[in-house]
């Protein structure tokens, strides 16, 4: 029978090593096309949009893109207690922390909400542990580890930043960053129980198009507020295609593969590449401890690519 694209593989049926190779690729594709969502959703914001409308038409133009693209390739939807999950992980998981972080970026400095928001990968280690039982081996650990220092050294120029600048509105950004961070975990452990039995575009679709019903609800009744610009109306397309479309589907695509951990550690590669993205389009500098920073995540990358296929 012809298998499609877009259906889960079976863990049985494919050679361990080449699928987690797969997975780490697609996971840090998905850090990358995640990392590009800061620059755009700056310019979103220069034009004129909100926060809720932006999340409004974010969602709804992936939300399309991707129904169309799994009914044409066939994908296999979830029924029963599967489809309800993944509702309720647009509707209330991806929903809640779209609206926390996008709220933190508007109260706080980027990179100080990108510190907030890279806690989830302990959060997610912890979590698997204990509801999983995912093996907390060595290398993992230390992979985890190396990543959030790397992580942190890349975000510490900002962070010094907001301290000569801090403002009150800044302990608002922090309580939307940590809770962000806290409810992502929740979404990716849960994404990875129910993505062994569903394949990757339908989940992206369905959690997606979830997440688009609450946030239309609530411009609509908030009375939305349109980009004023085409570079914002671009750039908007631009977090639905790049930032949603590919970065969901290929962030499922690596957690099937890899699991909630080892994913988790892998995107910490996103705010690194935020920082090259806003040195190169924005013209900002990059400190010296932001290059050493991005040392440390690339070794956390390796660490997890040379680690034992053990579970």
Known sequence: MRRYASEPIERSAVNPAPARRAGIVAVVASALCFGAMAIMARVAYASGIDTTTLLALRFSIAAVVMLALALVSGAQ??????????????????????????????????????????????????????????????????????????????????????????????????????????????YIVVGARVGRRVAPLAMASLVSASAAVVFVGVAT????????????????????????????????????????????????????????????LLGETIAPLQLAGGALILAAVLLLARAPLRH
């Open 77 to 186: 939807w979830p029924r029963g207690t599967a489809l309800a999950t993944l509702i309720a992980m647009g509707a209330i998981g991806y929903a809640g922390q779209a609206f926390t972080f996008f709220t933190a970026l508007t109260l706080a400095p980027a990179g100080l909400v990108a510190l907030l928001l890279y806690l989830h990968p302990a959060l997610v280690a912890l979590l698997s542990s204990l509801l999983l039982h995912e093996r907390l081996t060595t290398p993992k650990i230390a992979a985890l580890v190396v990543a959030l220092a790397g992580m942190l050294l890349t975000v510490l120029p900002t962070l010094g930043d907001a301290a000569r600048d801090a403002h009150p509105a800044i302990l608002r950004g922090v309580a939307f960053g940590v809770a962000a961070a806290a409810i992502y975990a929740g």
């Open 221 to 280: 009744v908030a009375g939305p507020r349109w980009p004023g610009t085409t570079a914002g109306w671009l750039a908007v397309l631009g977090i639905a295609l790049v930032s949603t479309v590919a970065a969901i589907t290929l962030f499922f695509a690596g957690l099937e593969r890899i699991g909630p951990t080892q994913a988790s550690t892998l995107s910490t590669i996103e705010p690194l590449f935020t920082v090259l993205l806003a040195a190169i």
